[in-house]
C-alpha cells in the first residue's frame, strides 16, 4: 500500500460513490481517514454500472433506509451538483400504465408515494400526447423531480472534499485478513501478511460487503445477511432519442422494469432488466435484444430490432428486506466496526445523506474509544 503510515484512525473501504461520500462526511469533520480500493480507479464497480437516475424516492415502504434516505438524498444531490457545478438534468419521469390491471399498481404507487412525502401527479392520455407524443400507454403518474447526474463527476467531487481535507486515498489495494483487537482493528492489503491497523473500519465494499464481512473472524455469522445478486443488463438506442423524459413501467419483483433513460448527452438507454445471477459477470449478451425489443414494444411501438445493441450492465446486490442495512456495534457487538450490506438502488441518490449518517456513527464511536 502506498503509505508510510500503519496505523489509522479511521478506514474506509470501497471507492465507490458510498464509501466515498462517507469518507466524505468524516473529512469534513476534520477527522483524518483513508479509502483503500482494490482496483486501479475510483467508482469502477455499480457505482459506474447503473442508470445514473435521481431518484425521488416513490416505491419505499414508509420509514425504511430507503424512503428517508432517497428523499433527502434527491434535494441534497440537486443542490450538491448545482454548487459545484456537476451535469445533471432534472428531466422528469413518467410511471406507465398500458392495461386497466397496471392502471391499479399505478394508483397503489401513488398512495404509497404520498405515504413517503411525495407528491405524484396523474397524467392522461391526452396530455400524454402532448408532452411525450411517441409514448403508448393508458395512462402515467409523473414525478418532477427525478433527473439524471453525472455520478463519475460526483464522486470526482466527494474526492476532491475528501483530500480539501487531507483526507487520503489509496488503490490497487485489497482488504483482507481483518482482525479484531482489543480496541483496533487489525488488516493486511492483497493478502500480503504485514497488518495495519485502524481505530474505525467501515466496510462499504458493495458487491463484496458479505465477503469482507466472513473474513471477520470474530464477527458473528448472524449478522452477516444473505446476499442475492441481481444482474441488470442495459442495451442502447441507435439515433435520436424519442423521448425527453425518464420512461418507466410499473416496476417488477427485483427491479424498476426495462426503462428508458437518458444520458447527459441525450443518448437513450433501455434497461436494466432483472436476472438472479451467483457470480459477477459483467458481459452482455445479444440473445437478450429479442426480450428488450418485446417489452419496449409495449410502449414505444416503432422500435425496430436492428436499432438496439448491448451495452453495459451491472449487478445489484439485494437483501432479503429489500432495505440498506447499516450495522454498527450494537448491533454485533464490535466497537469500531461499521457494516454496510444490500446498498442497490437508490444508493447512488441516497449517497449524500448515507454519509452523514455513517459519519455521525463514526464520531459517536470515536469519542467512546
Ligand atoms: C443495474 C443497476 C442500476 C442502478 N440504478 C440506480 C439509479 O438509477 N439510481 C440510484 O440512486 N441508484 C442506482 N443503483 C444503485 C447504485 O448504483 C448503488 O447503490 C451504488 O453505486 C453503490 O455504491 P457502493 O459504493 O456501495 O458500491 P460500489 O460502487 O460497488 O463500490 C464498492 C467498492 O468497493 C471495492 N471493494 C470491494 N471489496 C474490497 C476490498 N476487500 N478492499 C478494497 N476495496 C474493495 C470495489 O472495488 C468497489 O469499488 C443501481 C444499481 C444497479 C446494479
Known sequence: MKTNQTDFECVVVGAGVVGLSV?????????????IEKNKRFGEETSSRNSGVIHAGIYYP??????????KGNSEIYSY?????????????????????????LSQIKTNAQ???????????????????????????????????DSHDLMANFIFDIEDKKGELV?????????????????????DNNYYSTKVLINCSGLE???????????????????IFVKGSYMKLSGK???????????TKNGLGIHSTLNLDGQTIFGPDDEVVKEINYNVFDEKRLKFFNSIKKFWPEISLDKITCDYSGIRTKVKKNDFIIQDHSDHQI???????????????????????????????????
Open 81 to 105: 451538483a448545482k454548487k459545484r457545478g456537476i451535469n445533471f438534468n432534472k428531466c422528469g419521469k413518467l410511471i406507465i400504465a398500458n392495461s386497466s390491471y397496471e392502471e391499479k399498481i
Open 23 to 35: 469518507a466524505r462526511s468524516i473529512a469534513k469533520r476534520n477527522k483524518q481517514v483513508l479509502v
Open 171 to 191: 488503490f490497487q489495494s485489497k482488504v483482507s485478513n481483518v482482525k479484531i483487537e482489543k480496541k483496533k482493528i487489525k488488516f493486511c492489503i492483497n493478502n
Open 115 to 149: 405515504k413517503n412525502g411525495i407528491i405524484l401527479k396523474y397524467k392522461n392520455k391526452t396530455h400524454l400526447k402532448k408532452i411525450e407524443p411517441n409514448l403508448n400507454c393508458f395512462s402515467a403518474l409523473y414525478s418532477e423531480t427525478s433527473g439524471i447526474i
Open 209 to 227: 460487503s458479505h465477503l469482507l464481512a466472513q473474513n471477520i473472524k470474530q464477527l458473528k455469522k448472524s449478522s452477516i445477511p444473505k446476499i
Open 241 to 251: 432519442s424519442p423521448f425527453k423524459k425518464l420512461i418507466y413501467p410499473v416496476p
Open 62 to 71: 414508509k420509514n425504511s433506509l430507503k424512503a428517508t434516505f432517497c428523499k
Open 335 to 369: 466497537k469500531g466496526l461499521i457494516n454496510l450490506f444490500g446498498i442497490d438502488s437508490p444508493g447512488l441518490t441516497s449517497s449524500i445523506p448515507v454519509g452523514e449518517f455513517v459519519a455521525d456513527k463514526y464520531i459517536d464511536i470515536f469519542n467512546d474509544l
